[in-house]
C-alpha cells in the first residue's frame, strides 16, 4: 500500500497483549483514515449503550491517509472513542509531530481494548513493542511526564527523535472534559477523550519510528504538493498572517461581525477584544512560530510572560482558546490567557470546555446563584486568577472542579441555572456566536461530536468571504437560504477530503480542495474521483449519526442553547434576532435523506452500502 | 560557490524540508531519519543541519558552543556523519548520507519547500557569471 502503512497495532491492556493486523486496502480506500477509519471500528466492535469509561470502550488513535507523506499540513489524525462527555461518538483532532512518528514506525491505527490493572504505557520502536509499568510517571503532569520519558532513553539522539501522547492529572481523575497531549503543547481536547485514557491506565504512548513512507505516483505526487505551496506562499492570509498571529488572527475581525462572544455569550462586538487578539499576542509575547509536520502555515509556537502572576514560557492559543477563556469570560489580559492555556496543557484538559465552564461559573457568581463561600474565591467577570484556579482544581476534582470535572451543564444544575452552560449535547460550545452566522448555527447543532465548530466551517462563506474574497463565495450569514445545502455539502466533503486524508482544516485558506484531492489521490495511489471522496465522507457522516442514535442521541439533542435561541442578538448582522434552527434542521433532514426524527432511512443507508445497519 | 544559507531564527521546525530531502533520494519515499537536512529541535529553538563529509570516528576533543545562554555540545550541530549519532545515517543499513545540492545544476528539494525563508540556495547566479 502506498501513503498508508498498512497495519493496524492492537493492544489489549487487560492482558498486556498485542497483535499486528492488516489495514485491508479496500477499507482503506472506503474510510481513508483519521475519523473515517475510527469510525468504521468503532461502529463495528464497540457498544454504543456502554460506559465509556469501562471495559469495553476502545481507545483508537487513527492517523490521517497523508500523514508523514509530506503533503502539506498532512499530519492531522485522530483519537477516538466513545465519549464520556456526550456519550455519544468521540474524535478528537491533533497534529504535532507524534502522528507522523507512528505512521514512520509503520502503523495506521493503534487499537487499545481492555483496562490495565496498574498503569502503563506502550512504547512503539517499529517492530518492537512494548506495554510497561508507568506507576513512576502517574501523578505526573503532561510536561514532566515528557521530560521524565525522554530522560530515560539511553541516546539522546533517540530521545529526539522520540515522539511522547500522554494524560496529565485530568484524564488520570476521569475528568470529561480532559484531553490527550502530544509533543507537549498539542491537544486532542474535545469530547473528554483523555479520561478514556486514564481509565484504561495508559498513561502516555511513546513512538520512534524509521521506516518509509511511500506515495503511489512520486512524480505527480510532488508535482501537487509544490502547486499547493505555491498557492500558499501567493496567499498573503496563508503564508503571512497565519504564520504571524496564528488562527487568533482573526479575533478582531469575528468581533467586528459579532461572532466572537463575550461574558458567557451575553454580549457581543465590545471594543476591548483588541487587546487579547492574536495580534496582541504575537506582538508582546510570541518567541516564534512553530509548524507541525510538513506544515508550512506554522500557527503555533511557544509565547513567554516575563513577570508578573502569569509569569512562564507556555503556547500561543488558537481563536477557540482565545474567544472562549478571553473575552467570554470577561478576560482581557493576554497574559491570563496564556497561563490558562498552559495551565490546560501541562494537566491536559480541553481548553474549550474548560473555558465555557468558567465563563458559566462567572455568570453564575455575578447574577448571585453561585455564593463565594461555595466558590472560596471571588468569579467575577474578567479575573484571570480565578480561571487559573478553577482549572487546577478540575484537574484535581477539588472545590467546584468536582462539578465542572462532570462537564456539561453540571454545575449550572447544582445552581439551579442549567441554560447558563452553552453548549450542545454536553459539549462546550465553540467561539462564534450562532446568531451572527446561521449556517454555523446548523453546524454545531448537527456536529456528530458536540457543540463543535469544526465539521464544516460555514463561516469561509458566511464571514470570511466578504472580507477577504472571494466576493463570488460570500453568501449573507444571516438569512436560511440554502444553508442546509451548503452545510450539508461542506460536511461531506470536509469529513472526507480534509479530516480522514489528514490535512489540516486551517490550510483551506491556502489551498482550496481542488488543490488537496490531487495531493490524496497521487499519495494512495487509488483512482478516486472527487464524488466518491465527498460520497465517502457521507457515509462516514451516517455512520456516526447512527451510533449517536443508537446511544440514546436524538433529535431532542440537536438544539442550539437557550440564550442563543431566545435573547436577540446585541450587535453584527444578525441583530435583534435569532436563528430559527428548527425550520433549518427539518429541511436539513429531509436533504441528508433522514425521516423527521433525524433518524437515517433505510433507503438512504443502503444508497452509501450501509444495508441493514438500521436502528 | 552555490550555498544553503540557514536562518536558524526563521525556522518553525515543520521539518518539510526533512520529508522532501528523503523522497528525493528515495525514488519518492519519504522517511525524516534517512534525511540529509535534519532539524535540531530543543525547547522553542529550532537548527536546521545540513549533513557533510562523514566521518568514521568520534572526535577526541569537543568544542561547546554557547547559543541563547545556553551551552551545546559541538556534536549538536556538526554536520559529519558519525557512529556516536543516528543523524546522517541510513538506520537500516548504517550508510553515511552527505548533501548533494540535489544534483548539477543545484536544486535543493529542502530550500523548494521551506516557505518560512530559514533555508535559502546562494551563489548559484554568481557561478553562472563566472562560467560566462
Known sequence: MHAWAGKILRVDLSEREYDIEDLDPYFAKMYIGAQGTATRILYDEVDPTIDALGEENKLIFSTGALVGTGAVTGIRSVWAAKSPLTGGIAFSNVGGYFPAEVKFAGYDMIIFEGIADDPVMLWIDDDEIEIMDADHLWGKDVFETEDIIKSEIDDPWKAMDTRIASIGPAGENLVKIAAIMSDKHRAAARCGIGAVMGSKNLKAVVAHGTKDVSVAVPEAFNKSVNAALGAIRASERASKVFPAYGSAGLVNFYNEVGLLPHMNFKKMALPEAHKISGQAVADGYLIRNQGCFSCPMSCGGPAEVKEGPFEGVSHRPEYETHALMGPNCGIYDPEALLKGNNECNRLGIDTMDMACQVSCAMELYEEGHLPESDAGMKLNFGNGEALVTLIQQTAYREGLGELIAEGGATLAEKYGQPDLFIGVKKMGYAGYDARNAYGMALGVVTSTRGGCHCRAYTLVREALAHAFGPKEMAVDPVSMQGKAEMLMMMQNMQTALVDCAGFCQFSMSGQPPPLLFPQLATATGVNYTMPEVVINGERIWNLQKMFNLKAGITKADDVLPKRLREEPATAGPGKGKNPDVETMLKYYYMLRGWDEEGVPTPQKLAELGLEGQGL | ?132
Open chain 2, 1 to 132: 560557490m552555490p550555498r544553503i544559507k540557514i536562518d536558524h531564527k526563521k525556522c518553525t521546525g515543520c521539518r518539510h524540508c526533512e520529508a522532501a530531502c528523503s523522497s528525493e533520494h528515495y525514488d519518492g519515499s519519504i522517511n525524516p531519519k534517512k534525511s540529509r537536512i535534519r532539524i535540531f529541535i530543543e525547547g522553542e529553538r529550532f537548527y536546521p543541519v545540513i549533513s557533510g563529509p562523514p566521518t568514521d570516528a568520534e572526535c577526541t576533543s569537543k568544542i561547546d558552543y554557547v547559543l541563547h545562554g545556553e551551552e551545546y555540545d559541538e556534536c549538536t550541530l556538526c554536520r559529519a556523519s558519525c557512529p556516536t549519532r543516528p543523524w546522517f545515517r541510513e538506520p537500516d543499513t548504517d550508510v553515511a548520507l552527505k548533501c548533494d545540492f540535489c544534483g548539477d545544476p543545484p536544486d535543493p528539494k529542502c530550500v523548494n519547500v521551506c516557505i518560512s525563508g530559514a533555508l535559502e540556495l546562494t551563489g548559484v547566479e554568481e557561478e553562472k557569471k563566472e562560467a560566462a
